[in-house]
């Protein structure tokens, strides 16, 4: 999902069910900063004996402290990124399958999420209420999906049901399509890794789109 979602239906959500104005902002401006959380290292100045940091090169700092990265930067492309990042904010496992990459699939309103959700509405922090409900809403856009680069996001024959406007990914696909036709999955798959819906583009992000695609839901494949 998007800013539209994050934080503007997050607002109206918040809203709708009764926070005023200032708290609602704060749970929407937590939700869409964990999308634009990206630093990951920061040095602190002066005197941090009264806050929990990390040490640096000596120096005193917070460290792994994003919530999201860019996706197109090879460096991305580490277990531990995947892990503390992508699985954590965006993709939480839903737990169901047999192997570890399948039980690392995201899944709509996972026992994982909910008992998550469920324990920071026990608190009284609206910053951590916020920050949940990223992942929590990304749980139904990200379904089927693992933030693992894995075999299992390797999908073919996506297409959209209804005609889609204005996104410049969905227009160089058509044209890929065209040119080569039935050797466009092989294509998507030289081109695009199998990280997260990385082979999907945007698609799962856009929460108006009717669009299919195909996978190995099967126990059966190699998960090399």
Not at 20 to 42: C, E, G, L, P, T
Not at 45 to 54: Q, S
Request: net charge positive.
């Amino acid at each position: 999902m998007k800013k539209d979602a994050h934080y503007y239906a997050v607002l109206a959500f918040a809203r709708a069910v009764g926070f005023q104005k200032d708290a609602a902002q704060i749970i929407a401006y937590s939700s869409q900063f964990v999308d634009d959380s990206k630093i990951n290292h920061i040095i602190i100045k002066g005197n941090p004996d009264n806050i929990e940091h990390d040490i640096i090169d000596d120096k005193p700092a917070f460290f792994n402290m994003a919530t999201c990265h860019s996706y197109f930067k090879i460096k991305t492309f580490n277990f531990s990124a995947m892990t503390n990042n992508t699985c954590a904010f965006h993709f939480v496992p839903g737990c169901d399958g047999k192997s570890f990459v399948k039980k690392l699939r995201c899944k709509q309103e996972s026992r994982v999420i909910l008992k998550i959700l469920k324990e920071v509405k026990k608190e009284n922090d609206l910053v951590k209420f916020g920050m949940v409900l990223h992942p929590f809403a990304d749980t139904f856009s990200h379904q089927g999906f693992s933030g693992l680069l894995s075999k299992v996001n390797d999908i073919r024959d996506i297409r959209t049901i209804i005609k889609v406007v204005g996104v410049i990914t969905h227009k160089i696909s058509k044209i890929l399509k065209w040119l080569f036709k039935s050797k466009f999955d092989k294509l998507l798959d030289w081109g695009m890794p199998a990280y997260g819906h990385g082979q999907a583009m945007e698609y799962p992000d856009l929460p108006y789109l009717k669009w299919s695609y195909k996978y190995d839901y099967s126990d059966q494949f190699s998960e090399t």
